[in-house]
T-cell receptor
Framework: DAKTTQPNSMESNEEEPVHLPCNHSTISGTDYIHWYRQLPSQGPEYVIHGLTSNVNNRMASLAIAEDRKSSTLILHRATLRDAAVYYCILRDWGQAGTALIFGKGTTLSVSS | DTGVSQDPRHKITKRGQNVTFRCDPISEHNRLYWYRQTLGQGPEFLTYFQNEAQLEKSRLLSDRFSAERPKGSFSTLEIQRTEQGDSAMYLC????????????FGPGTRLLVL
């Protein structure tokens, strides 16, 4: 799997939007961009994924650059419960059945 | 959907003892993964099953570690002759065979080796 680069930490205020960036300059044409997050003392949970087009679900939005070398996870209104480590992971769709490769992720702090 | 469950949630043991952890995946999920996570790091892959077959093992999985998934349902991870370096969170995840294959994680078992 190709590497991703994320900031170590970010801060936000409650009810404000949060944009979490991820760089993946060596992404291949068959790599999906996945985001997982891990709340304190819990296992990771799936957030969203996409290939080329922007994606929305009830948790977040994923904006993918036209050249696919970067992406941004958008939390529209941060809550205290969104404080977590966010991981951006590339996954080759042709490699189903292989492990997720986690980096250190971005630790998001949310203040009230 | 009861989610992935793991037991125990916490385990304290003395160096040299054997420990066994259990993972119950989401029913009908045929893939099951084990990961290990140390403080400040992301999870690292240990091994993976498709149904009852163990298809891949990481180099992190030393010969003191063994995993099973009899009958393709729950899985166990055993660590023999534990060492202090084995202290970590052990995470289990399950997924369905599909192109996208979202993995669903359990809450983990936190192991402390004294």
């Amino acid at each position: 799997d190709a590497k991703t680069t994320q900031p170590n930490s970010m801060e936000s205020n409650e009810e404000e939007p949060v944009h979490l960036p991820c760089n993946h300059s060596t992404i291949s044409g068959t790599d999906y961009i996945h985001w997982y997050r891990q709340l304190p003392s819990q296992g990771p949970e799936y957030v969203i994924h996409g290939l080329t087009s922007n994606v929305n679900n009830r948790m977040a939005s994923l904006a993918i650059a036209e050249d696919r070398k970067s992406s941004t996870l958008i939390l529209h209104r941060a809550t205290l419960r969104d404080a977590a480590v966010y991981y951006c992971i590339l996954r080759d769709w042709g490699q189903a059945g292989t492990a997720l490769i986690f980096g250190k992720g971005t630790t998001l702090s949310v203040s009230s | 959907d009861t989610g992935v469950s793991q037991d125990p949630r916490h385990k304290i043991t003395k160096r040299g003892q054997n420990v066994t952890f259990r993972c119950d995946p989401i029913s009908e999920h045929n893939r099951l993964y084990w990961y290990r996570q140390t403080l400040g790091q992301g999870p690292e892959f240990l091994t993976y099953f498709q149904n009852e077959a163990q298809l891949e093992k990481s180099r992190l999985l030393s010969d003191r570690f063994s995993a099973e998934r009899p009958k393709g349902s729950f899985s166990t991870l055993e660590i023999q002759r534990t060492e202090q370096g084995d202290s970590a969170m052990y995470l289990c995840a399950s997924s369905l065979v599909s192109g996208e294959e979202t993995q669903y994680f359990g809450p983990g078992t936190r192991l402390l080796v004294l």
